[in-house]
């Protein structure tokens, strides 16, 4: 199992971090036997697990739930737990009790909080609670009503500087990480330079310290149309409809189960009792 101090290492090193997202015990298992660097419990579970529009509608509970599952299938991968909608704005209290519990109740390794600003402050306590914090920039999704949609950020000389001072910042505050999403490749590039703690991108190009995708992207398996950032490497979505409609065909053509699936009583048993 990986820590922070092995992600800043591979950083030092050149070597590209991989991470993923995972919502449940089989997705979490199957990241972890294939090796991936960390696991992200991603607020996307609102979408493509929940079936809501947006991250905006999950809850602590949620989060709780799924990184309990997630844990349960990767026991020996580092999980970032995403701080979900409105669970650290409230008030300071409240933001230290939320991470507490995706670390105590959950089993998370560290948790994510998007947006610098006000942010800032929670980062640092949670920090300084010897909670580790791994930041999320660019493309923030729990702000996407305020940022007008899902649009790539940083493409202004402005918009870039923000972008790499807020990253500072986060850093200063104790981050152990930076999640950089949907971002010109080369502001991902200027960040991840600057920056001595690891930046994971999602849409922000190769030059970034690591990659993240959603689990469900990479695997075409449930989702329709994909964003352009996103690779597919396998289509699920094809694998298991044909195979669903196969069997539905079977049980109705009397062809499952044969006989191969059916259990059988001894001849003798047989004769005992139906003569
Ligand atoms: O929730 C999520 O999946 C994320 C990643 C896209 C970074 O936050
Ligand atoms: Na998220």
Redesign the pocket.
């Known amino acids: 199992m990986k820590f922070a101090a092995d992600f800043w290492k591979m950083k030092e090193n050149g070597e590209k971090i991989s991470m993923l ?1 995972a919502y449940d015990y089989p997705s979490a298992k199957l990241a972890e036997q294939a090796d991936v660097d960390m696991i ?1 419990v ?3 579970l609102g979408m493509v697990v929940l079936g809501y529009d947006s ?1 905006v509608p999950v809850t602590m509970d949620d989060m709780i739930h799924h990184t309990k599952a997630v844990r349960r299938g990767a026991p020996h991968t580092f999980i970032v737990a ?1 701080m979900p909608f409105m669970s650290y704005h409230v008030s300071m209290d409240e933001t230290l009790k939320n991470a507490a519990r995706l670390l105590q109740e959950a089993g998370a390794d560290a948790v ?1 909080l998007e947006g610098a600003g006000d942010v800032l402050l929670k980062i640092k306590a949670l920090t300084d609670a010897g909670i580790p914090v791994v930041a ?1 920039l660019g493309l923030t999704p729990q702000s996407v009503g305020v940022l007008g949609g899902y649009k790539v950020q940083g493409k202004t000389k402005e918009a870039a500087l923000q972008l790499l001072n807020d990253s500072l910042k986060c850093q200063e505050a104790g981050a152990i990480a930076l ?1 950089l ?1 949907c971002v010109p490749y080369q502001v991902g590039e200027e960040i991840t330079n600057k920056l001595a703690i690891p930046t994971i991108g ?1 849409g922000a190009g190769n030059r970034t310290d690591g990659q ?1 995708l ?1 689990y469900h992207d990479v695997l075409l398996y449930g989702v329709g149309r994909v964003p352009k950032f996103v690779k597919s490497y396998a289509d699920l979505n094809t694998t298991i409809g044909n195979a669903l409609s196969d069997h539905i065909q079977e049980v109705k053509s009397g062809a499952f189960p044969s006989e191969s699936h059916s259990f059988t009583m001894k001849e003798e048993e047989l004769l005992a009792l139906y003569g």
Do not use: R
């Open positions: 997202t992200l991603g607020d996307s991250t995403d994510k999320h999640v999403e999602i993240v959603v």
